[in-house]
């Protein structure tokens, strides 16, 4: 199992770009969530989803979308990248509400 | 939500045991207690959860107040490779709450 991969691993944007940051998984997980990291702090979350075709906001949500059309698949959107969102963005799964498994992050920086 | 509340850094001598706190004097009933680290530049990874009784893992063992109001993650012997960010975290849902934790430093 490759577990939890994320892509790219580092990204640089200009302001008002938009980019797709890719997450996939493959122990079947129905719990799929991102979460962002800025410098010294925790893990805080933008989006969540129970299962293929349902999904739902965290604690900060502007400025992302999210789908989720298969179980495996859950990318987060930026839709016009603002420097107040370079941060490290982590993507997980679990079992419901059992362990959650981490990817290794995308370093994301918005110039 | 309930909070929790950690130290924010401790220091432990390699291989000495290492006792981490936090308070949860918030917990209700149907929440457990999770336990996570991060080490430097990786994503957090699951290190050991309960809800009332003790439990142990291969990777820590983690001692629950009989009230259920703190709780102690407890490295036997720490190693150099513990050296992480470890978050205790309420869950009684899918998402998880992540505070500051506390910055946990093994010097040899």
């Known amino acids: 199992n490759a577990g939890v991969t994320q892509t790219p691993k580092f990204q640089v944007l200009k302001t008002g770009q938009s980019m797709t940051l890719q997450c996939a998984q493959d122990?079947?997980?129905?719990?799929m969530s991102w979460y962002r990291q800025d410098p010294g702090m925790g893990l805080r979350l933008i989006h969540y989803?129970?299962?293929?075709?349902?999904?739902d906001q965290g604690e900060v949500p502007n400025g992302y979308n999210v789908s989720r059309s298969t179980t495996e698949d859950f990318p987060l959107r930026l839709l016009s990248a603002a420097p107040s969102q370079t941060s490290v963005y982590f993507c997980?799964?679990?079992?419901?509400?059992?362990?959650?498994?981490f990817g290794p992050g995308t370093r994301l920086t918005v110039l | 939500d309930a909070k929790t509340t950690q130290p924010n850094s401790m220091e432990s001598n390699e291989e000495e045991p290492v006792h981490l706190p936090c308070n949860h004097s918030t917990i209700s009933g149907t929440d457990y207690i999770h336990w996570y680290r991060q080490l430097p530049s990786q994503g957090p990874e699951y290190v050991i959860h309960g809800l009332t009784s003790n439990v142990n893992n291969r990777m820590a063992s983690l001692a629950i107040a009989e009230d259920r109001k703190s709780s102690t993650l407890i490295l036997h012997r720490a190693t150099l490779r513990d050296a992480a960010v470890y978050y205790c975290i309420l869950n009684s849902g899918y998402a998880l709450n992540f505070g500051k934790g506390t910055s946990l430093l093994v010097t040899p």
């Open positions: 122990m079947n997980h129905e719990y």
């Open positions: 997980a799964s679990s079992r419901g509400t059992d362990t959650q498994y």
């Open positions: 989803s129970v299962g293929a075709g349902i999904t």
